[in-house]
């Protein structure tokens, strides 16, 4: 099913067994990692892939943020004493080395992709033009987006939710490495951290939660964009795509 560019609605957030029409999936860079310390593991683009591929060719028209944490991670100690500015450019490059790697695994499996950047790098990459995106997920082709914003201090958070509202998408899937979804507390360091099936976006910022950034929290909330947290495991992204309860699931009524 396609939309017409020019009439692009929010849906309401998917019920159990209603599968999203148009998703976005963010995924940190911290997901391409495998057992590495930090780079991409090939093995696991391939299995974040073909999940992707599953969704795809269920019918939902899928966008992708990907974060650089893989990357970054191991620029850390270049970045010290960098420029705030220079070292968030540096991070929007790196993820769209994620964004190409991606990209190529899809394609591999059959997928047609576009990667739009937010910064210039038309060698490899589109420039990211809205209607342009739009009309690749009517194309049934699946778009990744790069280089965040475009601008330095905003997160891939916020251009996950950015992006989401422009195209059009009913939710934003996101998933995370080994938690279930949201916590009241850091599962990792706290064993009494506990589980938190549902909330809004409101409780999520005023308890400083640590989902998204209080800007991709706040976007969300004004335009009642839901948000589902979910362990990034094996048939999860299917799954939540499909409409299938799991994860949290962060809302605004």
Do not use: W
């Amino acid at each position: 099913m396609s939309t017409s560019t020019d009439e692009i609605a929010q849906e309401a957030p998917a019920t159990s067994g209603t599968p999203h029409r148009r998703a976005l999936l963010k995924l940190s860079g911290e997901a391409l990692l495998g057992g590495r310390e930090y780079g991409i593991d090939p093995k696991t683009v391939v299995a974040i892939s073909e999940e992707i591929v599953a969704v795809h060719e269920a019918g939902t028209e899928l966008a992708v943020v990907v974060g650089a944490g893989n990357i970054y991670r191991g620029m850390a100690a270049a970045a010290e004493g960098m420029d705030r500015a220079t070292a968030d450019y540096a991070g929007m490059l790196a993820t769209l080395l994620n964004a190409l790697s991606l990209q190529d695994a899809l394609e591999r499996l059959g997928v047609h992709t576009r990667v739009q950047s937010a910064i210039a790098v038309s060698e490899v990459a589109e420039p990211y033009i809205r209607r342009r995106a739009i009309r690749h997920l009517e194309k049934q082709r699946v778009v990744i987006f790069a280089a965040g914003t475009g601008n330095p201090f905003f997160t891939t958070d916020t251009a996950a939710a950015l992006r989401a509202l422009e195209i059009g998408a009913g939710a934003i899937l996101m998933a995370k490495n080994a938690v279930q979804g949201v916590y009241d507390g850091d599962p990792h360091e706290d064993p009494q951290a506990r589980f938190i099936p549902e909330l809004t976006h409101l409780e999520a910022i005023e308890r400083g939660l640590k989902v998204m950034d209080t800007t991709a929290l706040s976007l969300c909330m004004d335009n009642r964009l839901p948000i589902y947290v979910f362990e990034l495991a094996e048939g999860n992204i299917r799954r939540v795509a499909a409409g299938e309860r799991i994860g949290t699931i962060i809302s605004t009524p």
